[in-house]
């Protein structure tokens, strides 16, 4: 006799389970839609909204045609042009810059997947090469499961944080910042590579965020706040605050990924975003390797679960390598820099040219950019960077917070 109660929800089938409705959840189920519309998807996500409250941004030559193409439904803020401040000068360079927000991400997957497709508000209790079994004991059996949920803390991998707070404010009159600020580094540090984020998102809409690059992942919420107070002052901006995000993101100088890999994995179970390594270990930079996963995955929709899975890790490995020169840049950044003195790196990265920024962003530098972001004066000491790049890194634990 079944263990089922008339309660439980009925067993169901799909062809493709996602597991987690995030950034790359959702554009991996966008981009089967529009390569197989008659293919059954799942889109399985925890809370309540897709995307959950994020904001994502990017320089628009990240992405080929066919990456723009799959962003095309997604209403986003766009400039042309963002400033720079540190200390020794300010710069405005050229580039076409993007953002996207979790609400206008949800909206759009809401109306171009429909609801048969999306399943919000749908913990899950485990997933296996067969299916997935949510908390309420409903069973979705599926050819493929594909597991986009966040990363867990890893003893196998090493680096630092990116710790950030944002603040969404509708100010009581024109705020008069007329293009992004990406980074503005005159700021106090605060024992970290600290600089503010600043987004015009209408005459008396700004975005301001305060990020720092950390040893420990402790978001400290009352300190983050305070500062962003501080800085709203400086500028005269002033109103209501509308919306605030927080988070904690790994920057990964080293570790054994093969490790990782198996320590996440699940057999027969694919891995994609964060999970499945798909990040920029230095920026902690995702959408456009979250492009480049669904659209690949798209491409091969028939393969078995298996064989999806298989590719996903072998894809994992591949990013991996091609990364190695910006981990190395961060085993530099938080082995040799002090914390207080991290900006001066900053400071002479962005006095190069704005195409090789761009190109570092999407983790496409060329052996001509390696040369050009390594050639004349180190921002760090010879030797500190020298035992830097020999020795074991900090392994990514745990993060940390304070709310009082």
């Not at 749908?122 to 966040?150: F, H, M, W, Y």
């Not at 927080?246 to 990924?257: A, H, K, Q, R, W």
């Not at 930079?285 to 979250?290: G, M, Q, S």
């Not at 091609?322 to 002479?348: N, P, Q, S």
């Amino acid at each position: 006799m079944s263990g089922r109660t008339k309660n439980t929800p009925a067993d169901t089938r799909t062809e493709i389970a996602i597991v987690g409705g995030g950034l790359s959840g959702g554009l991996i189920a966008l981009a089967l839609r529009n390569r197989h519309p008659d293919m059954q998807v799942m889109l399985i996500e925890a809370g309540d909204l897709l995307g959950g409250n994020h904001r994502w941004s990017w320089f628009e030559s990240d992405l080929d045609d066919m990456g723009r193409e799959l962003l095309a439904p997604f209403r986003k803020a766009e400039w042309q042009g963002y400033d720079v401040h540190f200390p020794a000068y300010s710069r405005k360079l050229p580039s076409q810059y993007r953002s996207l927000t979790s609400e206008d991400f949800d909206a759009a997957l809401r109306r171009e997947l429909g609801q048969n497709t999306i399943h919000t508000n749908r913990p899950v209790s485990s997933l296996d090469a067969k299916g997935v079994t949510l908390e309420n004991g409903q069973r979705i059996s599926a050819r493929i499961v594909i597991d986009c949920r966040g990363p867990q803390p890893s003893v196998h991998l090493t680096g630092g944080w990116q710790i950030f707070m944002g603040r969404l404010t509708r100010t009581t009159k024109p705020h008069g910042v007329e293009k992004p600020v990406i980074m503005d580094a005159r700021v106090k540090q605060h024992g970290a590579y600290r600089f503010v984020y600043v987004l015009p998102l209408g005459a008396d809409m700004l975005f301001v965020e305060d990020t720092y690059y950390a040893d420990e992942p402790v978001l400290d919420r009352s300190a983050l706040s305070r500062r962003l107070d501080e800085y709203h002052a400086e500028h005269g901006w002033d109103g209501e605050i509308i919306g605030r995000e927080t988070g904690i993101l790994p920057v990964i100088d080293g570790g054994d990924f093969a490790a990782f890999q198996a320590e996440n994995r699940i057999e027969g179970v694919g891995a994609a975003g964060a999970k499945g390594g798909f990040v920029h270990p230095l920026t902690s930079y995702t959408l456009p390797f979250a492009i480049e996963t669904a659209l690949a995955i798209a491409e091969d929709a028939e393969l078995s679960g298996e064989q999806m899975a298989a590719l996903l890790e072998t894809r994992a490995r591949r990013h991996w390598k091609k990364t190695k020169f910006y981990r190395r840049l961060g085993a530099m950044l938080f082995g040799a820099a002090k914390a207080e003195e991290r900006y001066r790196v900053f400071e002479r990265f962005y006095r190069l040219n704005a195409y090789l920024i761009e190109r570092f962003y999407a983790g496409n530098s060329g052996l001509r950019d390696k040369a050009r972001v390594l050639i004349g004066k180190p921002p760090v000491p010879i030797g500190k960077a020298i035992r830097a790049l020999t020795g074991k890194g900090r392994p990514l634990t745990a993060h940390k917070e304070k709310i009082g």
